[in-house]
Structure formats: C-alpha cells, structure tokens
C-alpha cells in the first residue's frame, strides 16, 4: 500500500544499504521464479476475465449467451457517449468519487491523529475505530437501511432531537438526500482503513522532529504544516489514490441500499454496469461501461503518479 | 487561561476521541439493538436506546432455526483459504521486486496496480465461465481463488514496503552462513517482518469474509454458502424477518471483530513498517 | 525473534497444505462434499444423506426456501417427496430474492445452474428464448386438460417448457377495524379508496402502502401495473406497440401520484417493512398478493379478525398476474430426474400441499378451494375470483425487453413523484425511450 511511499523516500534521504536496486543480483532468473506464482495466477484469474471484458465490450451480447456474441464494433461506445444518461451518470459518479475520498481522509486524519497521541485505553479505541471496516457489507446496508428509515429511523429521531432538522426528513427515497445518506455510510466503511495507514505514517514520523519544532515554540498547526504533513505525504498520496479506484468501483453498498434511485441521485457507474449486464441481460453494453470505468481509474492513477513526482522533485529534493 | 489551555490540549482531544469512537459503534450496536426489539418497539416514534434483554432468545431461533453456524463456518474457511493463499503468492513476489532489478518489474508493478480497479460485476461472467471450465464451481475453493485474485495485489505493497525496511546486511550474514535465498527469507526476512505479515493478514481476512457478489453467483449448494449470501437470504419476497436478520448480522460481524482485537497490535506497527525510514 | 520464528514455523506447514489443496482442486472438494461444480453437482452422490448408489441428486433452486413458514412447508414437502422413492434426490437451493433472477441468469448462461429452476415470467421467457430451458412436453404425463388455463403460457409453439409452479393475483387487503374507527365503508370505486385512505391516515397511522422505489424495482412494477391495468391501460397493445403515454396510463399514475403526494403511505418504506406495518395495525389497506394474508396472519394471529378482502376498487377488472413457473435447466445431466420431480409436483394431492405451503395461492392445477380451508383463509375466493382477470407485467409482445421497459418506465415515474415532472411529460418520454428499445 506505500509502495510509492517507500520509493519517494528512498529517492529523497536514502538510507545506506537498504531498497530496491541498491545491489542487483548476478542471478537473473531468482526474481522471476519469485514473483511467477503470482504472476500465473493473475493472468488467469484477473488478465483473463479483463481481455474477455474488452472482447465483450465490443460485442452485443446477452447474458444468456456471453458466447455467441456479435461483433458491433465500438458502437456500444458511441452509444455511452450520445445516452442522455451519461452526462449524469459521470457526475453522480465524480460527485460520489470525490466526496467519499475527501470524507474518508478527514474523517481518517482526524482518527489518526487522535490515536497517535498516547492515552490510556488507546488499544482499545484502535479496535473500536476498525469495526466499520470489519463489519461485513451485506449486514452494514441492512442496518443503515432500517436506521435512514423515513418514519421510524433513529438518525431521523438523532436529528430532529439535537435540532438540526424540524421534523423527519426522507433520506434514501429522496433525490437530495439519498446520496448524502449513500456517503456517510460509505465514509463510515472506510475511514477506518484510513486511518489505521495514516496513523502507521505518523508513528514512522521521529519524535525528535515534534521535539525541535515544540523547542521553535510552533502551535499545532504550525507542527501539522511543517512536521506531520511532510512526513505523511508520500503516505498520503498513496491512500488518496487507492481510496479513488476502490470509489469508482464501489457497488454493493450503493445496490444495496438504493439500486442507483431516487431519479438517479445515487446511479454511479458500477451501478449502471450492473443494470444493464444482469438485469437487462445486455452484457455486451455492461461491458462497456465496466471497461469505460477501468479507463477512467487508469486517468486517475497516471493523474496521481504526475503529481506525486512533482512533489516528490519539490519536497524531498530541496 | 492557563486551565483553559489545558482543557484544550488534554479535555477536546479526549472529548473528540470519544465522539470518533461513537461514530463508529453506533450502527454496530444499533443492529444488536435493533435484533432484540419486539415489533411494537420498532415502529416507536421515540427509539429505546438500551437493549430489551428478554427477547435475547432471538439468538436462540437463530442458533437452532437457520443455519447460520454452518454459515460462520464456511465464511470462516474462505477468509482463512484467502489469507494464506493471498500470503503465500504474495510474500515470494514481495521479495522479488524488493530485493532484485529486474526487466519486466515495472509491468509487474503498474499490473498490480490495475487489479485494483476492476469491478468486480465486469469480471463476475468471465470467471463463471472460467470456473466451469476449471470445475471450481459451487465449491468454497474456488471462491479463495477469487477473492484471492483481487486481494493479493494489496498484500504484495505491504509486504515489499515491509522487506525495503530490512537492511540487506541482515541477509549478507545469513549469506555467509550459507543459507539459500529461501532459507534467508524464511529465517530472517519473515520473522522481522511479521507485524506486516499481520497487517496484511487482516486486509486478507476481511475482505475474504466480506466478499458476496462471488459467493452469490458461484455457489448453488447451500451447505457450501457463506454468511454474506446467507444472510442476503432472508430479505424475502414477501417480508424480511427483522430481528432475525439483525441477530444474524450481529453474529456474522463479532467474529470479524474479534479477529481483529488480537491481531490490532501488530497492524499499526505492521503498516508502519513500509514508511520507517531513517 | 526467536518468538517469531516459532509463529512462522507453525503458519508456514499450513501454508503449504492449502497450497497443496490449491492445486487440486477441480477433483478434491467433489469428493469431500459430494457436490462440486454445477455439472458434477448432479452425481454428487455423497450429498444423498440416505443414498443408496443409483440415487440421482438434482437440485431445485427458489428464492421462497430461505423464507420462514413457506420455507420450512416447501422443504418439508421435498423431504416426504425424498422419503417417498430412492430414484431421485431433490436438494433445495435458496437465492436471495432480490438478486434471484440475475444470479440464474448468469449461472444459466455460463453454463451451470441448478437442475430444475423457479422463474419469475420475464426471466423465465428470456430463457426459453436462449434455448436454456429443456424442451419436456413429453416428459410431463399430466394431460394438460386437468391444469389451469394460464399452463398455456408455458408453451412456446406447442412445446412446453415449463410448468406453472405459483399465480398470484392481487386484490385489496382491508383492516376493517381501522376502516371502522374512520367512520368509512369499504371502497368500491377509486374516489372511496382515496376518501378511505385519507380518513384513515392519522399521526403514525397509514391509510395506505405500495412500493414506489427503485430499490425495489420488480415490485414496484407488480404494484403500478395494477394501477395501470386497473384503469384500463396497459404497457403495449397486442401488436407489441408500446403504449405508455395512453390517457388510460396517465390517469393511473396521476391517481397513484396523488397517494404519495398526499402522505396517505409511509414514503421510502419497503414492503416487507410495511406489511410488518400492516399486521401491527399500522396500515389500513393495500393491494397486494394473494400470499400475503397468510403471511400477515402467521406473524399476529389476532389480526385475522380485523382484515377484510375484496377486488381491485378501480374501473377494469384486469390485475397483475405474477406468473411463477418451474423449468429444467438445459445444462443438466438428468432431465428425466427432474421431470420425474415435476410431475410428482403436478400430483393432485401435492398441488394442494403447494397451495397450503404457499399460503393459498393459485398453482398448476385449477382447483376448488374446500371448503374448510375456505372458511378459515377467508381471503380465497376472493383471489379466486380476480384470477380470471389476471394480467403478466410483462408488455404483450415485448415479454422478452420487460426488463429494460420496466426501468425505462419507472425511472420516468421516479420523475414524477420525486422531481415534480409533468406526468404527461414524464410518460411521454418513457413512451420515446421504450420506442427506441423496442426498436433497437
């Protein structure tokens, strides 16, 4: 998970003796008996199904019959790019994209720094904090269902109780709400694996650092800006890119709780792609929007490498 | 002022915590909470907050009415299978693209990295048809290779940030004491690494024993279920048995969490190894 | 370290033994669990607890197993059917009801699934379109004369593919003590049920409940189309031609649209929540299946006294049909097991256990509904009655396209509840969408 983390850092104050490269091996065939095993095994079990996904993607084909498919060519394309639907679809999926990223990482920095500091009970909130990430998915989007509930859900009773709204609102079956309710659960799933990472960064982070900037007299924000956000950037960068992809590609959460409605308001990719593929049979047209989905992550993650290095020329280098 | 400023560094922290802590064991309690309430409770415009102990004997209907054990158990075997499947194929490719330059690693590298951008409905029709083929159908087998597929790449960024923080001089001197590549991974490498062999362990874990879409579509037999499907099985056509579903789904996350508890220690310290450096 | 070693030193055989299972797996696991592979699963002779070597097993997959009370009765009928003969075998198989027909339809069409399958009619159609289900017009010995007139919709050019296994129709389920604390009678037309309705309603009480989200797509086209049916529309003519921006189906969902407008049902509930609603007293009526008394009645045994039944208060007497058929996968290895199976099914004394099993509702064989039961499940001649107007939700002609036609529409009607859409404006562009459907 920090591989780039760890590259950033060896590049920047490499330690002696230590990371990849420093001594290459005369023998050239152990690295790849190595990483064979795994090697087979992905291009069976992901490498496969992927080609099979592209061949689908420019076919018509039903999911009764995913092999006797017809050739159309890159007309399930042109049909994604002219569907009134896509326009919507692509932003429903940034906006859910991007705010359940930004949610996971305040929510998981918060966390972290909070269980960075030594207190006693610590294990204990460590534990506590990871339940929603160990909480099987099937059971989360049951509960949550019942608790977003319009007339008898305990966040309607919460809210209205502490004021923040005059009387029971409708979450899941309205258009403005639902996917605010689809992102706090979905920011609850994640922040813990958030946090748990960035708070494996902070403790790499040398104590004397907060000492000499505590000696300069800095406030918090101060030690945050200067000692904690440098030290956790690479990090970061790393968490931030993987909690993107695994958004774009989010689906039973989203299915379970709202099959992509009210009017839309939760309809992300995925949730498209899986329409069209088992509901509609149209396997074919899924295919193309599941291979559409793996460009789009592929966008992001060339997005993230670019940025990464230029902060990694700026930041450690200077 | 003085106080206050105290109150501010040791009282909001604290203060805070407590808030984070509530916000992540609520809904778990509430779907204990919810799994002991009668009917009436329910639709009460003005939630209880404590548990209704005397309906506890839901957990007994479920214990004896469904097969929610049997459910656990073969939930339990996935998320082990996929753990030590994943470990196994990941540690020896950790190794590799820490230790070695080679041709071809970058490709390695950026692969890794696609498989966790694939969703899973788009594969879910090819690997059918690969299982059939392969007779790894309707068998908890063929799920561990599965989720071990989009697992495994995860566990290999753990683990080859955790071997960049072994200095190499650990190995040179098992070197001289003659031991072969495998017996300097196996005597020295591992065991330094062990708190990231446990972070990666839970991430395996998990997501073995999360995992539904798999077990929905490949498994037919009942007996071979786990308990995500299982418990997908009682939202009914008809009605959906509530305190059922929430004593069941209470039972299916405790497991999970207490896997946790005995593993939490090593995680974080785990995790941390990738990022120590000097 | 020396620790470590010792952890490591224990983790690592285990390793390697499921490396070594790893390996095997294609033969292993069939062995040990007598069921490994759709293909093998039929020889799958270890899973027979009383097997005694020429068992054939075949499995039978249905959502209703995993359901409680018409799954314990449907599972105890498969037992006395397993008990009855040493030839075959019928393990049941449950899938969860809201992915049920997705998850066969891949299996089916990656070339497994299980044996004998239960369908909902859409899916059940596209899979005799796909040549999935086997062709057992000569396997079934029941002479078609002594089934229900809606077997014919098991035949596709004289061939049958099918049997029917369920039809429920739907009539309005009344509380008759609510409707009586209101001072209201029972509606008869549609004005007295939106009159009813809105007596009824009061603080945490509903005068009425149908599904109305896209969470629950099926059934929320089981509940429009009878609104839809109800004034005389319907989704295509008998050419096939859609007609959804009819006037007809206009008026249906503006009346449907007034029910949610006016807060006369519990908004964003689902059904299951709001039948458990209903059977506490909480919900005055709906129009729901023929298998719901029973359910609702299983649960409160004391709300039987308050319920009342009679036909669809609106102009036209058609309903929704839901058509539920049994089929032989083409992919199975015994056929014959399986039809043997069915016409056990299809026995007189068994379609009345799968008349009781399912709380009342119509099956294969058209029969009399005796008298006692009569007594006791008052809600079945009044089922029995609106049958004949039974209806599919799936669009005449367009059977095989209800799928993508059932979210064009309701995405539009989503619309119009949730945004404010014109109804008109709404179905007119559902009527465009489903034209270019059907066109494609």
Redesign the interface.
């Known amino acids: 998970?920090?591989?780039s983390?760890?590259r950033l850092?060896?590049h920047g104050?490499a330690?002696g003796?230590?990371?990849?490269?420093?001594?290459?091996?005369k023998r050239?065939l152990?690295?790849?008996l190595?990483?064979a095993?795994?090697?087979v095994?992905?291009l069976?079990?992901?490498?496969?199904?992927?080609l099979?996904?592209g061949r689908?993607s420019l076919t018509q084909t039903s999911?009764l019959q995913?092999?006797s498919g017809r050739f159309v060519g890159l007309a399930n394309y042109g049909e994604i790019l002219t569907s009134p639907r896509f326009l919507e679809v692509g932003l429903i999926t940034s906006i859910y994209t991007l705010a359940s990223v930004l949610g996971a990482l305040a929510?998981g920095m918060?966390?972290a720094l909070?269980?960075n500091?030594p207190?006693r009970g610590r294990?204990f909130?460590?534990?506590?904090?990871?339940?929603?990430?160990?909480?099987?998915?099937?059971?989360?989007a049951?509960?949550?269902v019942?608790?977003f509930n319009n007339?008898?859900g305990?966040i309607n009773?919460l809210l209205t109780s502490l004021g923040v709204q005059d009387d029971y609102g409708r979450w899941l079956d309205n258009p403005d709400r639902a996917l605010i309710a689809v992102l706090t659960v979905t920011v609850?799933k994640i922040f813990?694996?958030t946090a748990?990472?960035l708070?494996?960064?902070l403790?790499?982070i040398p104590d004397e650092l907060y000492e000499a900037s505590s000696i300069d007299g800095a406030d918090p924000v101060n030690v945050f800006k200067t000692v904690i956000l440098p030290g956790i950037a690479?990090?970061l960068l790393v968490i931030t890119l993987?909690l993107t992809?695994?958004s774009?590609?989010r689906?039973?959460i989203i299915w379970l709780m709202t099959q992509g409605g009210p009017a839309g308001a939760t309809g992300t990719l995925?949730v498209d792609?899986?329409r069209e593929?088992?509901r509609h049979s149209r396997?074919g047209y899924?295919?193309t929007l599941?291979?559409v989905?793996?460009l789009v992550?592929?966008l992001a993650?060339a997005a993230f490498f670019a940025v990464s290095q230029r902060l990694n020329r700026k930041g450690i280098t200077a | 002022m003085n106080s206050l400023r105290r109150l501010g560094r040791k009282g909001l922290?604290?203060l805070?915590?407590i808030v984070?802590?509530v916000?992540?064991?609520f809904?778990?309690y509430?779907?204990v909470h919810?799994s002991l309430l009668t009917?009436?409770d329910?639709?009460?415009?003005?939630?209880r907050f404590l548990p209704d102990l005397a309906n506890l004997d839901v957990y007994q209907r479920v214990f004896y009415e469904t097969p929610i054990l049997m459910w656990l158990g073969n939930s339990f075997f996935i998320a082990f299978?996929t753990t030590?499947?994943c470990?196994?194929?990941?540690i020896?490719?950790a190794?590799?693209?820490?230790?070695?330059?080679?041709r071809?690693?970058g490709v390695?590298?950026f692969?890794?990295?696609?498989?966790?951008?694939?969703?899973?409905?788009?594969?879910?029709?090819?690997?059918?048809?690969?299982?059939?083929v392969?007779?790894?159908?309707?068998?908890?087998?063929?799920l561990?290779?599965?989720n071990?597929?989009?697992t495994?790449?995860?566990l290999?960024?753990?683990l080859?940030?955790a071997i960049?923080?072994?200095?190499?001089?650990v190995e040179e001197a098992a070197r001289v004491d003659g031991c072969s590549?495998f017996g300097i991974q196996?005597?020295v490498v591992?065991?330094?690494i062990?708190p990231s062999i446990a972070a990666a362990s839970v991430?395996a874990f998990?997501n073995g024993?999360?995992e539904?879409?798999f077990a929905?579509?490949f498994i037919?037999?009942?007996?071979?279920r786990p308990?995500?499907?299982g418990?997908?099985?009682?939202?009914?056509?008809?009605?959906?048995?509530?305190e059922?579903?929430?004593s069941a789904?209470t039972l299916?996350?405790l497991p999970?969490?207490v896997?946790?508890?005995f593993i939490?220690?090593h995680?974080?310290?785990?995790?941390?190894a990738?990022?120590?450096?000097? | 370290?020396a620790r470590?070693?010792k952890?490591?030193g224990l983790v690592?055989p285990?390793?390697l033994v499921?490396?070594a299972?790893?390996g095997e797996?294609?033969?292993?696991?069939?062995e040990d669990?007598g069921?490994?592979?759709?293909?093998?699963?039929q020889t799958g002779e270890g899973?027979a607890p009383e097997g005694n070597g020429n068992e054939v097993t075949v499995?039978w997959?249905n959502?209703?197993f995993?359901?409680?009370g018409?799954g314990e009765r449907l599972q105890t009928l498969v037992d006395e059917y397993n008990a009855s003969q040493d030839e075959v075998f019928v393990?049941?198989?449950?899938?969860?009801?809201?992915?049920y027909a997705e998850?066969i339809t891949?299996?089916l069409?990656?070339?497994?699934?299980?044996d004998i399958v239960n369908f909902d009619a859409d899916p059940f159609f596209l899979a005799v379109d796909s040549e999935f289900l086997v062709d057992i017009t000569d396997m079934i010995e029941v002479d078609t004369e002594e089934l229900a007139r809606y077997d014919a919709t098991a035949f596709f050019d004289d061939r049958r593919y099918g049997i029917v296994w369920e039809a429920l129709n739907y009539g309005l389920i009344m509380n008759k003590t609510l409707l009586e604390e209101a001072g209201v009678e029972a509606p008869t037309t549609y004005e007295e049920l939106l009159e009813a309705a809105r007596a009824t309603t009061t603080g945490?009480q509903y005068g009425f409940a149908f599904r109305h989200t896209l969470a629950e797509e099926t059934g929320w086209w089981f509940d429009l189309s009878n609104w839809v049916y109800g004034f005389c529309g319907s989704w295509t003519d008998s050419e096939g031609n859609p007609t959804i921006n009819t006037p007809e189906v206009a008026e249906a969902v503006s009346a449907y649209q007034q029910f949610i407008e006016e807060g006369l049902i519990p908004r964003g509930t689902d059904?299951?929540?709001y039948?458990?609603?209903a059977?506490?007293g909480?919900v005055a009526m709906m129009i729901d299946n023929s298998?719901?008394p029973a359910?609702l009645i299983e649960?409160t045994p004391e709300i039987a006294d308050d319920l009342a039944y009679a036909p669809i208060p609106f102009e036209c007497p058609e309903n929704t049909q839901i058509s539920i058929f049994t089929g032989v996968n083409a992919n199975s290895e015994h056929p014959e097991a399986a039809a043997q199976f069915m016409n056990y099914l299809l026995q007189e004394d068994t379609q009345e256990q799968v008349m009781l099993a399912l709380g009342g509702s119509a099956t294969a064989r058209e029969m009399d509904t005796p008298e006692e039961l009569a007594e006791s499940n008052p809600w079945l001649p009044v089922y029995a009655e609106v049958a004949p107007d039974g209806k599919l939700v799936a669009p005449e002609g367009q059977e095989l396209l209800t799928a993508e036609i059932r979210t064009a529409v309701l995405r539009q009607v989503d619309r119009v509840i949730n945004e404010g859409v014109d109804v008109q404006e709404a179905l007119d562009e559902a009527q465009a969408e489903v034209e270019s459907i059907v066109a494609r």
């Not at chain 2, 190794?95 to 080679?102: E, N």
């Not at chain 2, 392969?134 to 063929?142: V, W």
């Not at chain 3, 797996?25 to 069939?30: G, I, K, L, V």
């Not at chain 3, 069921?35 to 699963?41: R, S």
Request: charged residues 10%; contains cysteine.
């Open positions: 998970m920090t591989e983390a760890v850092n060896t104050h330690p003796g230590q990371g990849e490269g420093r001594r290459p091996r050239v152990a690295p790849y190595l990483i095993p795994a090697v095994y992905l069976i079990f992901q490498a496969y199904p992927l099979e996904g689908l999911l995913p092999r929510l918060a966390a909070l269980m500091r207190f294990g909130v460590r534990s506590a904090v990871t339940i929603p990430w160990a909480a099987p998915q099937v059971a989360v049951l509960i949550f019942w608790m007339q008898y305990v009773f609850w813990p694996i748990l990472v708070l494996a960064a403790q790499a690479p990090t993987f992809i695994w774009l590609r689906f039973e995925v792609l899986y593929a088992f396997l899924g295919a599941g291979m989905g793996v992550s592929t993650t | 922290p604290r805070l915590v984070v802590v916000i992540a064991v809904p778990v509430w779907t919810t009917t009436s329910l639709f009460s415009r003005s939630p299978g030590f499947a470990l196994m194929l990941a020896f490719a190794y590799s693209l820490s230790r070695y330059k080679f071809g690693k390695f590298g692969g890794l990295f696609i498989t966790q951008m694939l969703p899973e409905a788009l594969l879910v029709v090819p690997l059918y048809a690969l299982f059939v392969l007779g790894l159908l309707n068998n908890m087998y063929g561990v290779l599965a071990t597929a989009f495994m790449p995860i290999v960024w753990i080859k940030s960049d923080g072994v200095p190499i001089e590549t196996l005597s591992w065991p330094i062990l991430i998990f024993w999360n539904f879409l929905l579509t037919i037999d009942d007996a071979q308990a995500s499907v418990l997908a099985s009682f939202i009914g056509e008809l009605s959906t048995p509530l059922i579903v929430m789904a299916y996350t999970a969490v896997f946790f508890l939490q220690r995680v974080v310290s785990g995790l941390a990738g990022s120590v450096k000097g | 370290m470590g070693i952890i490591l690592f285990l390793i499921l490396a299972c790893g797996q294609p033969t292993d696991p069939a669990v069921a490994a592979g759709d293909e093998e699963t899973a499995t997959s959502w209703q995993a359901e409680p018409r393990e049941t198989v449950s899938i969860p009801y809201p992915r998850t891949t299996q069409g990656g070339g497994g699934g299980p945490g059904a299951a929540t039948r458990r609603m059977w506490e909480l298998a719901v359910i649960e």
